[in-house]
């Protein structure tokens, strides 16, 4: 009766964790608005496709390519916003808001998980303090596929848990069309079926074959679609592959720390195989986080970094428990010290928020930050740009406007004059008719490199067209007068300049 009633204490402190973790997490996203981080450039590759099958059922954008779609990625995430945009309507808050709906789920869904593990509460507190670092806030804050991937993955550990193998598989399939790096959690359940049932896989049962057909009927069209215009697919994953090789990510792995970081997961490995084989599958997913961020090698997946030292440090404390466990009083003790070096490192390392200035003095990607009081970007500052643009208006003729920062095209979207397209190439000889760049107090400095390129193109006379709060500046170039400039400027973030 005892047990019992610690149990169901135990589940109310968890769901109060979770719950009060969220709204924290509610707020954070508030307040980090449109600075935590900037409109980014990648929102603009992944949003407009996703407007276009809402609204035309295409995934052709002419924002990025007047005369193909785009292949850089699998089309899953965009399918998935444009279900969002279909309910919610389009614009840049609602798809930000859907990566923070996808990723407080996957918080749930890990909690969840580790409610069937030792120190349920000490390992879930942990991992509701990592959720409120910079990288959790920003992926909760982007419109980018790494939440939704994330939920998935998620979804997939959970599901292998309950030995529901088959709905695991399924989703990791889905997973890996919504980002490739999905193919990191399908290795995680192929590998785990294959040690928990060898080649006794069983039958799928009930909606097992739902999410199987679903699956299968995804990866189908997919194909189709891949067929249907096969060398634009081949072009965009050249580009792909070149650019990932360039960063040489074997040269990562052979280094001290990578070398020490996989001698641990051998050892945890081992001891798991000889105590509690069930240990091995969040050590396995902790291991793909790691895996994906090492080959990766993108800012944005520095949640998956979290996410690996966490559930590698939680395998450490159950290890320690397992030995200790029969002297309670020393178990606690032996926890609590290795707790506090842990603790240090994930801060050391930003894996979790240190107390003062939380959460308004948070930054994330060297230099973006909360806002400070004035607006990144207001219905006034949409309305001058399209008043301006009212001025270079060609009757007969749609002119494409291409922004800097790209991302702030998604803002200025719904007020812009007709004839005018938002527009930044992709694959295409196709040039932007108008330039309208701005200078902001939240451009981070290491951008800079970026901001001259940009303003190369206009001419040094120019004047702001409008300007407030002191540092908030925006310039219009009509491009269609002076020559383009032949690079193509960027912020790295999931991909390098885009041929024109």
């Given at each position: 009766m005892k047990q019992h009633l610690l149990s169901h204490s135990a589940n109310w402190l968890l769901v109060v964790l979770v719950g009060g973790t969220i709204i924290l997490s509610a707020w954070i996203h508030q307040l980090a608005g449109m600075t935590l981080p900037l409109p980014w450039d990648d929102e603009f590759s992944f949003v407009w496709p996703a407007r276009a099958m809402a609204e035309h059922g295409t995934l052709h954008a002419p924002e990025l390519n007047p005369e193909r779609d785009i292949f850089w990625m699998p089309p899953g995430y965009a399918v998935a916003l444009a279900g969002v945009f279909k309910v919610f309507g389009f614009s840049l808050p609602v798809a930000r808001g859907f990566s923070w709906f996808c990723a407080a789920a996957a918080l749930v869904v890990l909690v969840v998980f580790l409610a069937r593990y030792p120190l349920r509460l000490l390992t879930s507190a942990l991992l509701c303090w990592i959720f409120v670092n910079g990288a959790f806030v920003t992926i909760g804050n982007v419109a980018r596929m790494d939440a939704l991937c994330l939920l998935m993955g998620a979804g997939t550990l959970l599901l292998l848990q309950r030995e529901r193998r088959w709905a695991g598989l399924a989703i990791a399939a889905l997973a890996i069309l919504v980002h490739p790096n999905g193919v990191y959690f399908g290795a995680v359940a192929v590998a785990w079926i294959l040690v928990d049932r060898g080649l006794q896989w069983g039958r799928p049962r009930g909606t097992d074959w739902v999410l199987l057909g679903i699956a299968g009927a995804a990866w189908a069209a997919y194909l189709a679609y891949v067929a249907a215009h096969?060398?634009?697919?081949?072009?965009?994953?050249?580009?792909?592959?070149?650019?990932?090789?360039?960063?040489?990510?074997?040269?990562?792995?052979?280094?001290?720390?990578?070398?020490?970081?996989?001698?641990?997961?051998?050892?945890?490995?081992?001891?798991?195989?000889?105590?509690?084989?069930?240990?091995?599958?969040?050590?396995?997913?902790?291991?793909?986080?790691?895996?994906?961020?090492?080959?990766?090698?993108?800012?944005?997946?520095?949640v998956f970094n979290s996410l690996a030292f966490f559930l590698l440090a939680c395998?450490?404390?159950?290890?320690?428990?397992?030995?200790?466990?029969?002297?309670?009083?020393?178990?606690?003790?032996?926890?609590?010290?290795?707790?506090?070096?842990?603790?240090?490192?994930?801060?050391?390392?930003?894996?979790?928020?240190?107390?003062?200035?939380?959460?308004?003095?948070?930054?994330?990607?060297?230099?973006?930050?909360?806002?400070?009081?004035?607006?990144?970007?207001?219905?006034?500052?949409?309305?001058?740009?399209?008043?301006?643009?009212?001025?270079?208006?060609?009757?007969?003729?749609?002119?494409?406007?291409?922004?800097?920062?790209?991302?702030?095209?998604?803002?200025?979207?719904?007020?812009?004059?007709?004839?005018?397209?938002?527009?930044?190439?992709?694959?295409?000889?196709?040039?932007?008719?108008?330039?309208i760049a701005r200078k902001s107090r939240y451009i981070p400095t290491w951008v800079d490199k970026v901001r001259v390129q940009v303003f190369q193109q206009i001419p040094e006379e120019t004047e702001a067209f409008r300007e407030r709060d002191e540092t908030e500046m925006w310039y219009l170039a009509d491009l269609r007068t002076r020559p383009a400039s032949t690079t193509a400027p960027k912020i790295d973030g999931e991909h390098e300049p885009i041929r024109q």
């Open positions: 096969w060398p634009s697919f081949q072009a965009d994953m050249a580009m792909q592959f070149a650019r990932k090789a360039r960063r040489a990510p074997w040269t990562e792995l052979m280094t001290a720390t990578s070398l020490g970081v996989l001698g641990l997961y051998l050892v945890l490995g081992v001891l798991s195989l000889i105590r509690d084989r069930s240990r091995l599958l969040p050590l396995a997913f902790s291991g793909a986080c790691f895996f994906l961020v090492l080959f990766g090698h993108e800012m944005w997946y520095e395998s450490v404390l159950w290890a320690l428990w397992d030995v200790l466990s029969r002297r309670r009083v020393v178990a606690v003790a032996a926890t609590g010290l290795a707790l506090l070096p842990m603790l240090l490192f994930f801060y050391r390392h930003g894996f979790i928020e240190g107390l003062r200035g939380f959460p308004r003095d948070m930054e994330w990607g060297w230099g973006m930050r909360m806002s400070d009081g004035a607006d990144y970007f207001t219905r006034n500052d949409a309305e001058a740009i399209a008043a301006q643009l009212e001025r270079y208006a060609a009757p007969g003729r749609m002119l494409r406007v291409q922004f800097y920062p790209r991302g702030d095209a998604l803002l200025a979207d719904r007020y812009l004059p007709k004839g005018f397209l938002p527009f930044f190439p992709h694959f295409t000889e196709t040039k932007p008719d108008i330039l």
